[in-house]
């Protein structure tokens, strides 16, 4: 039976670290590092307002949601951090196989009741093969959900408190103070766009190529039709999924913006503009990129949504 790709890198990486072998960057041979490692912006973000930004170690920069796994550099990272902390197993599906321990892994998904999450049972989306229909789980954004966002922050800062072993800053409070105030000024910010948003949109349908928007959607009280636009590595597209965009353009009480959460396909959103009438907008959730700025990135994508919505 073949070994497991993550089980042969962590014994590995673990021998480098046991047998004098050389360690990878950034790992200290000694034993436990005294950092906080994410591997996801919205992670890197809530760690760096509870601890500050030069005890948390980001992994996977340029990675997405279900686009990345450790190396065995990051595995190394991962088993010697303090503190390991995640978003839930279904945003890090790569976890479960990592050899993770539990005493020093945070999943901040677990500190949220499940009311919190929208469950895609109750978000149904089309292939534009078939019916419409769902699957199980949930939909992973929870953190666009400005109420959620402020729980994970509370909820990692608790658990955080105290953790860490590195020496304290004589203004360590007075810093800590300035980075709640600051992520505060940031949610009230984003709060403020999703309130504009909700007031342009007046109740009407917002269509999508994707899911991730459902927790801003259901915020501005719009409701959301997802059309999954498929995309083969040749490039081939599903042109069913543009049919079944038209019946429901054709349908009056509909916004008219089609939103995106990656890369705009050009042929597609010409369908949807000559044909349609529908203007595309790309969202930035925060999946990729730096924590740091992901409040300011999801603000500006709100209002960029906003001012492209059709008149009432």
């Given at each position: 039976m073949p070994v497991p790709r993550f089980a042969l890198l962590l014994a590995v990486a673990l021998d480098g670290l046991s047998c004098g072998g050389a360690s990878a960057p950034g790992a200290e041979r000694a034993g436990i590092r005294e950092v906080v490692t994410v591997a996801s912006a919205p992670a890197e973000l809530i760690a760096e307002v509870s601890v500050g930004p030069g005890l948390v170690e980001r992994l996977g920069a340029d990675a997405s949601a279900g686009g990345w796994s450790p190396s065995n550099a990051d595995l190394v990272s991962l088993v010697t951090a303090r503190?390991?902390?995640?978003?839930?197993a279904e945003f890090e599906p790569w976890a479960q196989r990592a050899g993770l321990p539990p005493s020093r892994t945070i999943t901040l998904g677990d500190g949220l009741s499940r009311d919190?999450?929208?469950?895609?049972?109750?978000?149904?989306?089309?292939?534009?093969?078939?019916?419409?229909?769902?699957?199980g789980g949930v939909v992973l954004t929870v953190w666009t959900d400005p109420a959620q966002l402020r729980a994970m922050v509370h909820g990692a800062g608790e658990m955080l408190a105290g953790v860490l072993e590195a020496p304290e800053a004589p203004d360590a409070a007075t810093q800590a103070v300035k980075r709640h105030e600051a992520f505060e000024a940031e949610v009230a910010a984003y709060e403020a766009a999703i309130a504009d948003?909700?007031?342009?949109?007046?109740?009407?349908?917002?269509?999508?190529?994707?899911?991730?928007?459902e927790y801003v959607a259901r915020a501005a009280d719009a409701p959301l039709l997802v059309t999954l636009l498929e995309i083969e590595a040749s490039g081939e597209r599903n042109d069913h999924a543009a049919a079944l965009?038209?019946?429901?353009?054709?349908?009056?009480?509909?916004?008219?913006?089609?939103?995106?959460?990656?890369?705009?396909?050009?042929?597609?959103?010409?369908?949807?503009?000559?044909?349609l009438g529908l203007t595309s907008v790309r969202v930035d959730l925060g999946l990729e990129g730096s924590?740091?700025?992901?409040?300011?990135?999801?603000?500006?994508?709100?209002?960029?949504?906003?001012a492209a919505v059709a008149p009432r």
């Amino acid at each position: 039976m073949p070994v497991p790709r993550f089980a042969l890198l962590l014994a590995v990486a673990l021998d480098g670290l046991s047998c004098g072998g050389a360690s990878a960057p950034g790992a200290e041979r000694a034993g436990i590092r005294e950092v906080v490692t994410v591997a996801s912006a919205p992670a890197e973000l809530i760690a760096e307002v509870s601890v500050g930004p030069g005890l948390v170690e980001r992994l996977g920069a340029d990675a997405s949601a279900g686009g990345w796994s450790p190396s065995n550099a990051d595995l190394v990272s991962l088993v010697t951090a303090r503190r390991v902390l995640l978003m839930g197993a279904e945003f890090e599906p790569w976890a479960q196989r990592a050899g993770l321990p539990p005493s020093r892994t945070i999943t901040l998904g677990d500190g949220l009741s499940r009311d919190a999450f929208i469950a895609t049972a109750t978000v149904s989306h089309t292939h534009g093969q078939g019916p419409s229909h769902s699957h199980g789980g949930v939909v992973l954004t929870v953190w666009t959900d400005p109420a959620q966002l402020r729980a994970m922050v509370h909820g990692a800062g608790e658990m955080l408190a105290g953790v860490l072993e590195a020496p304290e800053a004589p203004d360590a409070a007075t810093q800590a103070v300035k980075r709640h105030e600051a992520f505060e000024a940031e949610v009230a910010a984003y709060e403020a766009a999703i309130a504009d948003l909700k007031e342009r949109v007046g109740g009407r349908r917002l269509f999508a190529v994707a899911h991730g928007l459902e927790y801003v959607a259901r915020a501005a009280d719009a409701p959301l039709l997802v059309t999954l636009l498929e995309i083969e590595a040749s490039g081939e597209r599903n042109d069913h999924a543009a049919a079944l965009l038209e019946q429901a353009a054709a349908e009056p009480g509909h916004a008219g913006v089609l939103v995106w959460l990656g890369p705009i396909d050009a042929p597609f959103e010409k369908i949807a503009k000559e044909g349609l009438g529908l203007t595309s907008v790309r969202v930035d959730l925060g999946l990729e990129g730096s924590g740091a700025t992901l409040l300011s990135r999801m603000t500006k994508s709100l209002e960029g949504l906003s001012a492209a919505v059709a008149p009432r």
